[in-house]
């Protein structure tokens, strides 16, 4: 049973948080924003030590500890509150007596994958062990977007690690972490400044003319009342490819991301009979050495919008399109 005590204060969403929400209501009782994954542990575990870290990780980072109080804010958006304690067990998965462990694993955790989370003030993760044999264990985190990004994915990891590890050696475990409130803070402050207008502005005089969409939803008619199925595409670069790309990027003064990028646009382009691509770029919008320690959701989506003469080589492509991302760096914070 799970135990909250104690409200504190409550506090608007940040932007990032304010375009999960929403769209997570259009979307209805949905997992699309159910994010996490596992990770393997080699080695003999303690449940019940692990329970107690599981527990340690929780005090230590107050976004783990975010409600949602529907309604509560203006307009109808729901404000947040980091409660003060929250007890949520860690259910263990005994796996070991299976044919095939890893793989009645796999299955389970996708299940568990779908279920959706409830954006009512009820817990926004759920962890799990898995115990597949007795020196193989999985431990399992699954999040609403809402409360984590992939940054703080592996934050938490490493400091579910450190605290079970400290335990283990009968050392103090260390407890304090940065707290998601001064994120928040520094959002709202952000949306009050003269950099926010500047910054607002350099995003309306690039998109005045929208373009069209480069790709139509082929699905509508055929899932009319369900969302479409998402699939992952997974192309891995060659070890010399990498090296070629990196050294062509070098002799344009720039980085393998631009490169990669420019290759995207000149097939888009080609393809699609278009002068124009938009890409949504993830920023990690993590501004300074503390937010890189605190977990909780930074990450927002920044429209990268290419449109260049068809009459540049390749390298002045590649030097033009690094001199885009260097004026969108600049003003990326705009959500």
């Not at 940040?14 to 924003?33: C, E, F, K, N, V």
């Not at 509508?220 to 479409?228: G, H, M, N, S, T």
């Not at 990027?249 to 991301?257: E, G, N, V």
């Not at 399109?321 to 990326?332: A, F, G």
Request: aromatic letters at 12%; glycine letters at 4%.
């Amino acid at each position: 049973m799970n135990q909250l005590l104690q409200l504190t204060d409550t506090y608007p969403l940040t932007a990032a948080q304010r375009d999960i929400w929403l769209d997570q209501m259009t979307q209805g009782h949905s997992p699309l924003y159910t994010i996490g994954g596992y990770l393997e542990i080699n080695g003999a575990v303690d449940p019940e030590r692990f329970q107690q870290a599981v527990e340690l990780l929780v005090q230590k980072h107050d976004a783990l500890r975010t409600m949602l109080l529907p309604g509560a804010g203006e307009a109808g958006l729901p404000m947040q509150t980091l409660i003060a304690a929250l007890d949520e067990p860690v259910p263990v998965q005994d796996f070991s007596d299976q044919p095939d462990p890893q793989a009645s694993a796999q299955v389970w955790m996708q299940q568990r994958m779908q279920i959706a989370f409830q954006l009512d003030g009820s817990p926004l993760f759920r962890f799990y062990l898995i115990k597949l044999n007795e020196t193989s264990f999985y431990f399992v985190a699954h999040v609403h977007h809402i409360i984590l990004d992939g940054w703080g994915i592996s934050l938490m990891f490493e400091s579910l690690g450190d605290l079970y590890s400290a335990l283990e050696d009968d050392q103090p475990p260390q407890v304090s972490a940065p707290s998601y409130v001064d994120f928040i803070q520094d959002d709202a402050r952000y949306r009050d400044s003269t950099r926010f207008l500047r910054d607002q502005q350099y995003w309306l005089d690039k998109y005045q003319e929208v373009p069209e969409p480069l790709f139509v939803a082929r699905y509508r008619d055929q899932y009319p009342k369900q969302l479409a199925p998402s699939r992952h595409a997974l192309w891995r670069f060659a070890h010399s490819l990498n090296e070629r790309v990196d050294a062509l990027a070098r002799r344009h003064q720039s980085s393998r991301f631009p490169v990669l990028l420019a290759a995207l646009y000149v097939y888009f382009i080609r393809t699609s009979q278009r002068d124009e691509l938009v890409i949504g770029l993830p920023i990690l919008n993590r501004s300074n050495a503390a937010f890189k320690q605190t977990l909780g959701l930074f990450t927002q989506v920044s429209a990268v919008r290419l449109q260049f003469g068809v009459d540049l080589s390749f390298g002045e492509l590649i030097r033009a399109v690094t001199r885009t991302l260097k004026q969108d760096y600049r003003n990326q914070r705009f959500p």
